[in-house]
Every structure is written in structure tokens, then in C-alpha cells.
């Protein structure tokens, strides 16, 4: 251990962030990978269907395992068309501009106590200007795709998103008040405690505002309309294909992801336990704190695929007056409230 330590410390500094970055980022687009696998295997079983069960992996033929592997590479080798009279440079960069504030995000995520790549003190505000970028993907996709199907699809998109983009911030705000800090480990070591202690609770009302915000300002079921995958188009990126297609369907999986992560962090204690300073305490002090993270986190992800094969496509008037009218004001009277409370 001790030769371990010495080692990494006469890396150059450049070499241990660059280490750093790989251990963070290998395993979320494994997971992102993956992430559609669990997709069709939860809704196959849902709907009494098998899901992918035919390329496997390690012998494992039934189980499906490679079925992402084999979708991504059947997916390199696809002819990447770019519409005549697109602007080329444009349409190209649509996707990076989705997926990258979506990977970039997970530089100031705490994964356990003292285990996180940058520890800003201004972390939450980070996320917030990261996350609204990626409506600058989605505009630039239709526009450049030179198709009024995929311009007025980017324009559903991206209506929904700063909508439900604003619901999400106001809900942010509230945590924010009530922890008195903008750093993702001090909000998380504000929430000390067992289970009753976190945020979840006492801000109940921003903590389901924000996860069904997250659900639809990332495009899924049951507020998919900028997509529609049972109609005739696909909304903003109807012009896609081949590679420059998956690195937008990664970008929303990748989404996803971060939003269940951002949930248990602000809400669920992140990497505390919810045993903590209960009498089963001690049975649960050797679990690490990542587990119980990544516990949360995997929770949130299920609830999106739960949520898809369960509940039907909104219309697009109900969505709007559902974040308009509804969410926002919530989100604003109860950042007063906690605000008040907080002062009193």
C-alpha cells in the first residue's frame, strides 16, 4: 500500500487528473451502455415480453448481455448522411454540445466523503450552467438539419426544456436555502442523520417537482412528445443517423443518469446511510458510502424506466401548463416558506 501511495504521488499532477477522469468516465459510459439493456429487459418483463436475449456475453446466450456491444458497433459501421443544404459543421456539433455538459457535470460529484475530482465551493452552480446547455444542442440539431420537421421538433424540445428547466432550479434553490451552501459535500453533510433527516421530507414538494422535472426536461415517457417514438418522425434529430443518432441517445441516457444523481444528492443524503444514527448503526459502519450512492442513484434510474412503461403520453398543451402553471409556482412559495422558516 505504502509503495501504491509513494507511486501515485511522484505522478505528474496533469497524469493524476487525466487517471482520475478515466476512473469516472469509463464506468458512466459503461453504465450509459448498459443502462439501455436494463431498458428493455425491465419494460420486456413488464409487458410479459423477454427483451434482448440473443447475443450473449461470457456463454450467457439467454440473458442478452452483449446486445449493447453489438448495437454500438453495428451503429459505427452505419453511413452517417448529412442533409443537402445542412450546415455541416453545425450538425455535426449538435450532438457533442448535447452529450458533453452531460458527462462534464460529474466533475463535482461527491461519490463518498472526500472522493470527488474537484471540489468547488460554487459545485451546485456548476451543474446548473452545465445542464442548461444542452438545449443549445437540441436547437442547433433541428436548425441545421435544413428540415422543418426537425426545426419544429427542436422547438417543442426545447420549450419543454427551459419550462421544466425553470422548475428544476427554483427547486435546487430551495435545497440550497435550507442547506446554506452551493458545495455538493456540504449539502450532503448537511443532511446528517438517518433517513428522516434528509431533505426529502421537509422539502417533499420541491423533491417530486424536481425528479419529474428531470423526467421530462430529458425528453422521456410519459413526456416524450418532442420525440414521439411511435410516430412518423423522431422531432429534433429526425436527420440523424449512425453514430452522430447515438451520441445524442447516449447524451439522454447520460441525462438521466446525472438527474438521478443530482436526486440523491440533494434530496436522499447522497453517500450517507440510512441507518445513521439509529441502533442498527453499527451492523451497516463497514459499507462503504459509495454504496449507498449508487444504491440511491440506481433507485431514481429504475424509476425512469418504470415510469415509461407505465403511464401514456401527455398532450403537449397538458405538459406546458403542467410546468407553467403549476410546478413553478409551487417551487416559489415554497422557497419562501423554507426561506422564512430558515430566517425565523
Known amino acids: 500500500m505504502e509503495y501504491?501511495?509513494?507511486?501515485?504521488?511522484?505522478?505528474?499532477?496533469?497524469?493524476?487528473?487525466?487517471?482520475?477522469?478515466?476512473?469516472i468516465m469509463v464506468p458512466l459510459l459503461i453504465t450509459v451502455a448498459y443502462y439501455t439493456y436494463a431498458e428493455r429487459k425491465?419494460?420486456?418483463?413488464?409487458?410479459?415480453?423477454?427483451?434482448?436475449?440473443?447475443?450473449?456475453?461470457?456463454?450467457?446466450?439467454?440473458?442478452?448481455?452483449?446486445?449493447?456491444i453489438a448495437d454500438a458497433v453495428k451503429l459505427m459501421f452505419k453511413e452517417i448522411i448529412i442533409p443537402s443544404g445542412a450546415n455541416k459543421l453545425l450538425f455535426l456539433l449538435a450532438p457533442l454540445l448535447s452529450i458533453g455538459p452531460a458527462l462534464a457535470a460529474w466533475a463535482v460529484f461527491p461519490f463518498d466523503a472526500g472522493l470527488v475530482l474537484a471540489d468547488?465551493?460554487?459545485?451546485?452552480?456548476?451543474?446548473?450552467?452545465?445542464?442548461?446547455?444542452?438545449?443549445?444542442?437540441?436547437?442547433?440539431?433541428?436548425w441545421a438539419s435544413n428540415s422543418k420537421y426537425a426545426l419544429l421538433g427542436a422547438m417543442r424540445s426545447a420549450a419543454q426544456i427551459v419550462a421544466y428547466e425553470i422548475a428544476m432550479g427554483f427547486a435546487l434553490?430551495?435545497?440550497?436555502?435550507?442547506?446554506?451552501?452551493?458545495?455538493?459535500?456540504?449539502?450532503v453533510a448537511a443532511q446528517q442523520g438517518n433517513l428522516l433527516n434528509w431533505y426529502w421530507l421537509p422539502l417533499l414538494p420541491?423533491?417530486?417537482?424536481?425528479?419529474?422535472?428531470?423526467?421530462?426536461?430529458?425528453?422521456?415517457?410519459?413526456?416524450?412528445?418532442?420525440?414521439?417514438?411511435?410516430?412518423?418522425?423522431?422531432?429534433f434529430h429526425v436527420e440523424y443517423s449512425g453514430m452522430t443518432f447515438a451520441v445524442f441517445f447516449l447524451a439522454e441516457y447520460a441525462n438521466m443518469i446525472l438527474i438521478s444523481a443530482l436526486t440523491a444528492l440533494m434530496f436522499l443524503g447522497g453517500w450517507l446511510s440510512p441507518f445513521q444514527g439509529t441502533p442498527?448503526?453499527?451492523?451497516?459502519?463497514?459499507?462503504?458510502?459509495?454504496?449507498w450512492f449508487l444504491m440511491k442513484t440506481?433507485?431514481?434510474?429504475?424509476c425512469f424506466l418504470w415510469f415509461r412503461a407505465t403511464f401514456p403520453r401527455y398532450r403537449y398543451d397538458q405538459i406546458m401548463r403542467l410546468g407553467w402553471k403549476v410546478f413553478i409556482p409551487i417551487t416559489i412559495v415554497w422557497i419562501v416558506l423554507i426561506a422564512w422558516l430558515k430566517v425565523a
Open 206 to 235: 420541491l423533491f417530486v417537482i424536481y425528479f419529474i422535472s428531470g423526467v421530462a426536461e430529458t425528453n422521456r415517457a410519459p413526456f416524450d412528445v418532442a420525440e414521439g417514438e411511435s410516430e412518423i418522425v423522431a422531432g
Open 120 to 142: 468547488i465551493n460554487a459545485g451546485l452552480l456548476y451543474i446548473l450552467a452545465l445542464t442548461s446547455l444542452g438545449v443549445y444542442g437540441i436547437i442547433i440539431a433541428g
Open 4 to 23: 501504491l501511495q509513494t507511486f501515485w504521488a511522484d505522478l505528474p499532477v496533469v497524469v493524476q487528473i487525466l487517471l482520475k477522469i478515466a476512473a
Open 173 to 187: 434553490v430551495g435545497v440550497l436555502v435550507a442547506a446554506g451552501s452551493l458545495n455538493l459535500g456540504e449539502i
Open 42 to 68: 425491465v419494460i420486456g418483463h413488464m409487458q410479459a415480453r423477454m427483451g434482448p436475449n440473443r447475443v450473449g456475453l461470457f456463454g450467457f446466450r439467454l440473458l442478452g448481455l452483449g446486445q449493447p
Open 280 to 291: 442498527l448503526a453499527g451492523w451497516f459502519d463497514w459499507v462503504p458510502g459509495i454504496f
Open 298 to 302: 440506481g433507485f431514481f434510474m429504475f
